[in-house]
């Protein structure tokens, strides 16, 4: 199955996090790139999750899932080795505006989380729609020494002149002019 790519903007939504192992910690810890609006829900918790929850002042319970938990929740990630309990969280999101993934488990995700580099507004996601997460990471790692180190820069003086310039097709054409000279300099 292929998975449509999309950025979603993740501000005032809350998402859900349930399990407290080493999946889940790398999960929260990919989540954090982009929000904190996480809360995290586990009977355990490894040290690593236990820190990282700490640091970033994040919510969280030490008990099991209750149905009813994501009645409000955007996004919930279930990192639990119980294919029961995924299932049954599927379903429920199903009730709900409330997408899920399923560590590990495709058949109960309505999105995949994709290998990706992020340099500051760059972002660049990978996916083999769960083929092969290995080789998404090692062409992350490939396309991570691609970009040059002043991209940053560059995108920050892309934004300011997009901010500053009235619409029109002038300001796209200048902005694809700079775009194109940029990357014709690598």
Same mark, same amino acid.
């Given at each position: 199955?292929?998975?449509? *790519?999309?950025?979603?903007?993740? /501000?005032?939504? &809350?998402?859900?996090?349930?399990?407290?192992?080493?999946?889940?910690?790398?999960?929260?810890?990919?989540?954090?790139?982009?929000? =904190?609006?996480?809360? !995290?829900?586990?009977?355990?918790?490894?040290?690593?999750?236990? =820190?990282?929850?700490? +640091?970033?002042?994040?919510?969280?319970?030490?008990?099991?899932?209750?149905?009813?938990?994501?009645?409000? !929740?955007?996004?919930?990630? !279930?990192?639990?080795?119980?294919?029961?309990?995924? &299932?049954?969280?599927?379903?429920?999101?199903?009730?709900? &505006?409330?997408?899920?993934?399923? !560590?590990?488990?495709?058949?109960?995700?309505?999105?995949?989380? *994709?290998?990706?580099?992020? &340099?500051?507004?760059? +972002?660049?996601?990978?996916? +083999?729609?769960?083929?092969? *997460?290995?080789?998404?990471?090692?062409?992350?790692?490939?396309?991570?020494?691609?970009? *040059? =180190?002043?991209?940053?820069?560059?995108? =920050?003086?892309? /934004?300011?002149?997009?901010? +500053?310039?009235? /619409?029109?097709?002038?300001?796209?054409?200048?902005?694809?002019?700079?775009?194109?000279?940029?990357?014709?300099?690598?």
């Amino acid at each position: 199955m292929n998975y449509f *790519p999309a950025f979603i903007k993740l /501000k005032k939504k &809350k998402i859900l996090i349930v399990g407290g192992g080493k999946i889940a910690h790398d999960k929260l810890l990919h989540l954090l790139d982009f929000s =904190q609006n996480i809360s !995290v829900i586990s009977l355990t918790f490894s040290d690593d999750m236990m =820190q990282s929850i700490d +640091t970033h002042a994040l919510s969280y319970e030490k008990r099991a899932y209750k149905s009813g938990d994501i009645k409000d !929740v955007a996004l919930v990630i !279930v990192a639990v080795d119980n294919i029961k309990v995924q &299932k049954e969280i599927f379903e429920e999101s199903q009730n709900y &505006k409330c997408l899920c993934n399923a !560590v590990d488990s495709v058949e109960y995700c309505d999105f995949i989380f *994709p290998s990706y580099v992020k &340099k500051n507004d760059l +972002t660049i996601a990978i996916s +083999t729609s769960g083929s092969s *997460p290995a080789l998404a990471k090692y062409l992350k790692y490939y396309f991570e020494k691609l970009i *040059p =180190q002043s991209i940053s820069i560059f995108l =920050q003086e892309m /934004k300011v002149l997009r901010e +500053t310039l009235p /619409k029109g097709r002038e300001r796209m054409k200048l902005l694809d002019e700079k775009a194109k000279k940029y990357i014709d300099k690598l």
